[in-house]
C-alpha cells in the first residue's frame, strides 16, 4: 500500500509539476527528480527502496517504445554511422574511461567495480534527452542523434556492466573478446526477436476493430519484447527499439484511419508524460533515501569523487563530438553531427544520465564483505546523476540561447517540402476520382481542402452556420464529397507516409499528424456533426499549445478550442509556408 500511494503522489505531483515547469521555463523531469530528493527532509519518512529487478522492465520498454515509433527503417540506414560513433563506441570509451579515474581516485576500487561504475555512468538517458533537451529548442537533427544514441547505448553499456559483474562474483577476468561476442549475438538475437514482435504487433492492430484494441496492442507489444529478448539473455532495450520501428513501418502506418492515428498519438503522449514523471520522481526518492543511510563523514568526499567522475565523462563526449565536428567540417561524416563549437557544446552538455544509471547502481551485489564499497559506488553515482543530469537539465535553456543554436534552413525547409508533396498527390488524386458528373461545388470545396493543406496550421473547430446550411442542401452530393475528399486525403497521407525514408521521422509525424486533423475535421463537416469527438479536440488542444509554447511572448495565451461561430483565434499562425 505504501509504494501505491508513493506513485500516487508522483503522478499527481507530476502533472502540478508540468505546469510549474512551463511557468518557469525550467525542464519538468529535472524539477520531479529535486522534489522527490527533498523527501530527505521530510522527518520520520518511511524508507522507499526501488527493486532494481523490477523497475527497467516496468519502466523502460514504454519509454524505448515511444522514442522507437519516431524512427523509421530509412532513418535507421541513414543513421547507423551515429549507432557506431555514439551508441557503441562513444559509450564504451566512456566506460573504460571512467573506470580508470574511478581506480585513480577511489582508494580501494576494484577493476570490476570500476568498470560496472563506468558501465552504469556512461549511457546517456533517452528519456532524459527527450524530456529535457528537445523542448528547449535544439535543431532537430542535433535531437535526432542524440535521440538515436540513447536508444540503442543502454545495451552495449548493460552488456559491460554484466561482464563486470560477472567478474566480481566470480572472480575472473574480463575477456574483451567474449564480452564483444555476447554483444553481437545479443544483438542480433534482439533485431529478430524485436522484429517479430513489431510485424506480430502491426498485424493485429491492422485487424483491430476499435480504437481502444489497437492502443491496446501498443501497450502490450513494448513489454513483450522485452521479456522475450531478456529471458533469452539478448538486449531487451535493442528489441524494444526494433519492434517500435518495425511496428511504424510504411505498411502498417498507411494502413491505420486518421483517427486511430490521433487518438495513438494522444494515447502515448499521456503514457510518456506520466511514465518519464513517475522515472525521475524514483530517482529522486531513491537519492533522497540513499543519502540518509549514507555514512555522513564520508558523503562529502564521495560527492567530491563522483564530480570527477562526472567531468572525465563530460571531457570524453567534448573531444569525441570535437573530433567528429572537426573531422566533418568539409563533408559531415553523418547526418545530424554538429556543424559548429556551440553545436558541440550543446551535444555534450545534453549528454544527460538518467534511470538506468541509477538502476545500475542498485544492482551492484555485495561480495565478500563489499558492502562499503558497494554503497560507496552508489553515493558516488548519485553525485554523478547531479552533475550530469540536474545541473544540464536546469542550465541547458540558457546555454541554447546564449549560444544562439537554431535550426538551420535545411531543417526548416523539410515540413513545407512534405505539405507541397502531400498537396501534389492530393491534388493529383482528386483529378483522377473526378467524374464528369462530380458536382463543380463539391469539386471545389474538396480542392479548397486539398490547397489548405500547405497554407498554414489551422484546424476547424467551429464550423461556420452559412456551412451548416449549405450540407443540408447538398446531402445528395455527400457521398460524391466523401470519395473525392477519402481519395485525396488517403494519397497525400500515403505519399508522405512513403517518404519516410527521405526525410527525418519527426517532420513526417508532423506532416501526416496535420492530415489526419484535417481528415477527421472534414470528416466531422461532411457528416453534419459540429462538435469535434474528444480525442479529435485533444489533438486541436495540443496542436495549439505547441503553437502557443514555440511563439511564447508574442502570442495570446489561450490554448484552448474556440466554440462555435466564436471569432478566429490569434494562435492560428503561418507557421507553416507553401514552397513554390
Known amino acids: 500500500m505504501l509504494y501505491l500511494s508513493v506513485i500516487v503522489i508522483i503522478l499527481i505531483a507530476t502533472v502540478f509539476m508540468v505546469s510549474v515547469g512551463d511557468r518557469l521555463n525550467l525542464p519538468w523531469p529535472v524539477m520531479m527528480t529535486l522534489l522527490g530528493a527533498a523527501a530527505l527532509f521530510i522527518p520520520n519518512r518511511p524508507d522507499i527502496t526501488i527493486d532494481s529487478d523490477i523497475i527497467l522492465p ?8 515511444a522514442i522507437g515509433v519516431k524512427f523509421s527503417w530509412g532513418t535507421l540506414r541513414r543513421r547507423w554511422k551515429s549507432v557506431l560513433l555514439y551508441s557503441v563506441l562513444l559509450t564504451t570509451v566512456s566506460a573504460l574511461a571512467i573506470a580508470g579515474a574511478a581506480m585513480w581516485w577511489v582508494p ?19 528519456v532524459a534527452v527527450e524530456a529535457v533537451a528537445e523542448p528547449v529548442g535544439i535543431p532537430r537533427r542535433l ?3 542524440l535521440q538515436t ?26 575477456e574483451p573478446l567474449s564480452v564483444a561476442k555476447d554483444f553481437v549475438l545479443g544483438s542480433i538475437l534482439a533485431v529478430i526477436i524485436g522484429y517479430i514482435f513489431g510485424w506480430l504487433g502491426g498485424y493485429v492492430r491492422q485487424r483491430a476493430h476499435d480504437v481502444v484494441t489497437s492502443n491496446a496492442v501498443t501497450l502490450v507489444i513494448p513489454f513483450g519484447a522485452y521479456l522475450a529478448a531478456e529471458s533469452v539473455h539478448a538486449s531487451g532495450v535493442i528489441a524494444v527499439v526494433i519492434g517500435a520501428i518495425q511496428f511504424t513501418s510504411t505498411k502498417y502506418m498507411a494502413a491505420l484511419e486518421a483517427e486511430e492515428r490521433l487518438s495513438s498519438t494522444s494515447f502515448w503522449q499521456i503514457i510518456e508524460l506520466l511514465m518519464t514523471g513517475v522515472a525521475f520522481g524514483l530517482i529522486g526518492l531513491q537519492a533522497s533515501s540513499i543519502i540518509a543511510t549514507a555514512d555522513p563523514s564520508r558523503t562529502a568526499g564521495l560527492f567530491a569523487d563522483g564530480a570527477l567522475v562526472a567531468l572525465v565523462a563530460i571531457l570524453v563526449r567534448l573531444i569525441w563530438f570535437t573530433i567528429v565536428w572537426l573531422a566533418g567540417r568539409k563533408n559531415p561524416i553523418h547526418e545530424g553531427a554538429p556543424e559548429s563549437f556551440a553545436e558541440v ?22 561480495v565478500n ?35 544562439g543554436v537554431r535550426a538551420n534552413h535545411e531543417e526548416e525547409t523539410a515540413v513545407p517540402e512534405l505539405l507541397k508533396i502531400a498537396q501534389v498527390a492530393a491534388l493529383e488524386a482528386l483529378q483522377a476520382e473526378a467524374k464528369a458528373t462530380t458536382d463543380p461545388e463539391t469539386y471545389a470545396r474538396v480542392k479548397e481542402m486539398c490547397s489548405a493543406i500547405t497554407r498554414r ?16 442542401k447538398l446531402k445528395d452530393k455527400r457521398n460524391d464529397f466523401v470519395r473525392l475528399r477519402d481519395a485525396a486525403l488517403a494519397a497525400a497521407q500515403n505519399e508522405v507516409i512513403s517518404a519516410q525514408d527521405r526525410y527525418d521521422s519527426h517532420d513526417v509525424t508532423r506532416v501526416v499528424r496535420k492530415l489526419d486533423i484535417l481528415a477527421q475535421a472534414e470528416s466531422i463537416r461532411s457528416s ?48 507553416v509556408t507553401p514552397t513554390s
Open 58 to 65: 516496468i519502466f523502460l520498454p514504454p519509454l524505448l517504445w
Open 108 to 126: 580501494g576500487m576494484t577493476i570490476a567495480v570500476a568498470l560496472a561504475v563506468g558501465a552504469a555512468v556512461s549511457p546517456p538517458d533517452p
Open 143 to 145: 535531437i535526432g542523434t
Open 149 to 174: 544514441e540513447g536508444s540503442f547505448n543502454d545495451a552495449i553499456a548493460i552488456v559491460l556492466f554484466h561482464a563486470a559483474i560477472h567478474s566480481m562474483t566470480s572472480g575472473h577476468h574480463i
Open 345 to 366: 557544446i550543446i551535444m555534450t552538455w545534453s549528454g544527460m544520465r538518467g534511470l538506468v544509471t541509477l538502476i545500475l547502481a542498485l544492482s551492484i551485489p555485495v
Open 369 to 403: 564483505g563489499t558492502e562499503q564499497v558497494r554503497q560507496d559506488a552508489i553515493v558516488m553515482m548519485l553525485s554523478v546523476l547531479f552533475f550530469t543530469l540536474v545541473l544540464p537539465g536546469l542550465t541547458l535553456p540558457m546555454l541554447v540561447k546564449v549560444l
Open 457 to 472: 496550421d489551422e484546424i476547424s473547430e467551429a464550423l461556420p452556420e452559412e456551412y451548416k446550411q449549405h450540407m443540408e
Open 528 to 575: 453534419g456533426m459540429f462538435i469535434l469527438p474528444a480525442m479529435t479536440a485533444g489533438a486541436v488542444a495540443m496542436e495549439r499549445y505547441n503553437l502557443w509554447k514555440k511563439h511564447q511572448g508574442t502570442l495570446s495565451t489561450r490554448a484552448i478550442p474556440v466554440v462555435e461561430n466564436a471569432p478566429a483565434s490569434p494562435l492560428v499562425t503561418n507557421e
